[in-house]
């Protein structure tokens, strides 16, 4: 018996079957090791597609990164068990010749073992090993049933993802856009109805992107159902509600306070580490008070220059994030809804 191969390949199981505990069943964590793989997988896939988050090769990522991370653990497993069986040279045994298995086959046992196909063209030597085998089996039978039950809701809130992006890239196609949109032809308090769907929606997915911290790496190669530039957007929008509007003409402080800590849980969600090195340009402010005839307030020097350096962090987040999908800030502009199926009118 070599213990040395039998603590490595018990180590080996552990730390995969801990890793995928800890993503597929709490909600708040994710493995080292998958973490690790979703990173790897995500920066590899990223490079190829040229780093362009309109790239429809993007499309795919999610679903190959959940496909990677799953096979991790399955061959994580797969080798622990292996280097198991093959810590006794007597551990299993060919069925018809009774030789003992080498190595290779005792890799193909363990292989058809977890798989629980059950071939039987070898079988375990003792009554010690049938045990161990019966356990590889269940392990097996778990490992892979979970991790397809673990796919489900992944993909149902990727769904709700794609939902809540196209929620907010109709309320217009630019930040400056969605507050000209907003203007009921004396304020702006009828947008007000949008808010508190948009702060549930937005929490919700918040909360979901800690449970299943996978949903960061789907990526949608169309700007209009892309969460990173709609919600980047809409918080661009905020910004103006809040700090440039008069008081008696924007939504109440509450309901726009409300969308924006929704927004806050998701960026709390990110970390620090995808802020960017420079600020974004500030909202385009001289449309906004073109198309509403709204006197805006803070728009001198002093007062920009005050604000935009209080919300730097906050907007460098968002900024590195977008670099991160593949986009520039600048596409927050533009036409995002491409089909003639529903015209909008133009304020150019």
């Given amino acids: 018996?070599?213990?040395?191969?039998?603590?490595?390949?018990?180590?080996?199981?552990?730390s995969a079957l801990y890793d995928f505990s800890v993503t597929a069943f709490i909600p708040t964590r994710e493995g080292r090791i998958a973490k690790k793989v979703g990173k790897l997988s995500y920066h590899i896939l990223f490079v190829l597609a040229g780093k362009d988050g309109k790239n429809k090769m993007l499309n795919y990522l999610g679903l190959v990164i959940i496909f990677a991370v799953c096979l991790t653990w399955i061959l994580l497993t797969w080798a622990g068990l292996s280097l198991v069986f093959i810590s006794d040279p007597k551990s299993v045994i060919n069925s018809t010749t009774k030789i003992y298995a080498d190595v290779w086959e005792k890799i193909y046992y363990t292989g058809f073992t977890i798989s629980t196909l059950g071939t039987g063209?070898?079988?375990?030597?003792?009554?010690?090993?049938?045990i161990v085998t019966a356990l590889a089996a269940l392990m097996g039978l778990i490992l892979i049933t979970m991790s397809i039950t673990y796919l489900v809701p992944v993909i149902s809130n990727a769904i709700q993802k794609r939902a809540l992006s196209l929620h907010i890239a109709a309320l217009g196609e630019s930040p400056e856009q969605m507050v000209i949109n907003s203007f009921d032809g004396e304020g702006f308090k009828s947008v007000s109805s949008h808010f508190a769907t948009l702060a549930n929606m937005i929490f919700r997915y918040a909360q979901n992107h800690?449970?299943?911290?996978?949903?960061?790496?789907?990526?949608?190669a169309n700007p209009d159902e892309n969460i990173i530039l709609q919600i980047a957007s809409l918080d661009?929008?905020?910004?103006?509600?809040?700090?440039?509007?008069?008081?008696?003409?924007?939504?109440?402080?509450?309901?726009?306070?409300?969308v924006r800590r929704s927004i806050t849980a998701y960026l709390q969600t990110l970390g620090d580490k995808d802020i960017a090195?420079?600020?974004?340009?500030?909202?385009?402010?001289?449309?906004?008070?073109?198309?509403?005839?709204?006197?805006l307030v803070n728009t001198d020097p002093y007062s920009l220059e005050k604000i935009y350096n209080s919300l730097s962090k906050?907007?460098?987040?968002?900024?590195?994030?977008?670099?991160?999908?593949g986009w520039e800030w600048e596409q927050l502009q533009g036409k995002k809804f491409k089909t003639d199926l529903d015209v909008a009118p133009s304020y150019v």
Avoid at 277 to 295: C, F, Y
């Fill in 1 to 14: 018996m070599n213990y040395i191969l039998l603590a490595l390949g018990i180590f080996i199981i552990a």
């Fill in 277 to 295: 090195e420079k600020n974004p340009p500030a909202p385009d402010l001289d449309t906004i008070r073109q198309h509403t005839g709204i006197l």
């Fill in 314 to 325: 906050r907007r460098k987040l968002l900024y590195g994030n977008l670099l991160n999908d």
């Fill in 121 to 130: 063209d070898f079988v375990a030597h003792t009554d010690g090993w049938r």
């Fill in 236 to 258: 661009e929008a905020l910004n103006v509600f809040l700090f440039h509007l008069p008081e008696e003409k924007r939504p109440t402080y509450i309901e726009l306070q409300l």
């Fill in 210 to 220: 800690l449970a299943y911290p996978i949903l960061h790496y789907m990526h949608n």
